[in-house]
Antibody, heavy 120, light 108 residues
Framework: QVQLVQSGAEVKKPGASVKVSCKAS????????INWVRQATGQGLEWMGW????????GYAQKFQGRVTMTRNTSISTAYMELSSLRSEDTAVYYC?????????????WGRGTLVTVSS | DIQMTQSPSTLSASVGDRVTITCRAS??????LAWYQQKPGKAPKLLIY???TLESGVPSRFSGSGSGTEFTLTISCLQPDDFATYYC??????????FGGGTKVEIK
């Protein structure tokens, strides 16, 4: 079965960077885009961007342009999301999510989430 | 970015009720809309995509309809497992995928 296993919780200081991993299994990693979505405590869902694991091509939400980098290592079927210049407002659960099988960008499988806490 | 407005933000209902949640887009998104269910401490779960296509394994009491700017998610007979928060998501524009603000379905 499809699984996306994310790395563990992180605590970072303001101004630092964080890199979250998402290891895929149960399907061909390079066949489906990986997206990242975050959710602050008690808040809604916020899309951050996408990455094509085959080509490495990426697209980022305007809000995160210049601060986010999405990469992958195809040899271990793992996607990464790095967010820099962290501030307290970046405290959230970060999810990786796989594109669905039909046309369009919706998410049929999700990781369990990684809590990133930004605090001095 | 396309703005997605869900209503109501909270809904109180009883087991067995028919429940309808509305999602409005700030501009036409054709039928590029998905619905998710999220329970506390869990990742969202896909229910419906392309406005009305039920994801495999999702109970048939869930249904979606609409196109253009107005969409609905209906739960025909609310079950105890359905108390959760529901989000819509538009994917008309890859330059900015956006989610609605969520609708929490509570026990009346």
């Amino acid at each position: 079965q499809v699984q996306l296993v994310q790395s563990g919780a992180e605590v970072k200081k303001p101004g630092a960077s964080v890199k979250v991993s998402c290891k895929a299994s149960g399907y061909t990693f390079t066949s489906y885009d990986i997206n990242w979505v975050r959710q602050a405590t008690g808040q809604g869902l916020e899309w951050m961007g996408w990455m094509n694991p085959n080509s490495g091509n990426t697209g980022y939400a305007q809000k995160f342009q210049g601060r986010v980098t999405m990469t992958r290592n195809t040899s271990i079927s793992t996607a990464y999301m790095e967010l820099s210049s962290l501030r307290s407002e970046d405290t959230a659960v970060y999810y990786c999510a796989r594109d669905g099988v039909a046309e369009g960008v919706y998410f049929d499988h999700w990781g369990r989430g990684t809590l990133v806490t930004v605090s001095s | 970015d396309i703005q997605m407005t869900q209503s109501p933000s909270t809904l109180s209902a009883s087991v067995g009720d028919r429940v309808t949640i509305t999602c409005r887009a700030s501009q036409s998104i054709s039928n590029w809309l998905a619905w998710y269910q999220q329970k506390p401490g869990k990742a969202p779960k896909l229910l419906i995509y392309k406005a009305s296509t039920l994801e495999s394994g999702v109970p048939s009491r869930f249904s979606g309809s609409g196109s253009g700017t107005e969409f609905t998610l209906t739960i025909s007979c609310l079950q105890p497992d359905d108390f959760a928060t529901y989000y819509c998501q538009q994917y008309n524009s890859l330059s900015g995928l956006t989610f609605g603000g969520g609708t929490k379905v509570e026990i009346k």
